[in-house]
C-alpha cells in the first residue's frame, strides 16, 4: 500500500539536513545512510550516497530517473546464488542408471 497523497513523499529530516548541507560545500562526498524508506527528491540529483543494505554500504549516485523513487529500491539487501546447472542433475541421473545396470 502506499503513502497517502495529501501527507506528500517521506524523506528523514536528518537526510534531508545532511543533503542541504552537502549542496553548499564545493566538493561532494557520498552521504552515509541507513535511510532505505526515504524518497529520492529533486534535491538529491547529482549526489552520491552509501545506502546500508543490512551487511555493508553501498554506493548510489541519483540521476534525474531516479526521483520518486526510494533509496532503498537501488541497493538490494539479498545475493542470488545460481541454480546448480542441469549438466549435473543429467551426470547423476546417467550414474544412477549405469549402477542400476550392473
Known amino acids: 500500500m502506499s503513502r497517502s497523497s495529501k501527507k506528500g513523499a517521506f524523506v528523514d529530516k536528518h537526510l534531508m539536513k545532511k543533503v542541504n548541507d552537502m549542496k553548499k560545500q564545493p566538493k561532494h562526498k557520498p552521504i552515509k545512510t541507513w535511510s532505505r524508506r526515504s524518497t529520492i527528491f529533486p534535491e538529491f540529483v547529482g549526489l552520491?550516497?552509501?545506502?546500508?543494505?543490512?551487511?555493508?554500504?553501498?554506493?548510489?549516485y541519483v540521476t534525474e530517473d531516479m526521483v520518486g523513487h526510494k533509496l532503498g529500491e537501488f541497493v538490494p539487501t539479498r545475493v542470488f546464488k545460481l541454480h546448480s546447472s542441469n549438466n549435473k542433475a543429467e551426470e547423476a541421473a546417467k550414474e544412477g542408471s549405469a549402477e542400476g545396470a550392473k
Open 48 to 60: 552520491n550516497f552509501s545506502v546500508y543494505n543490512g551487511k555493508s554500504f553501498i554506493n548510489v
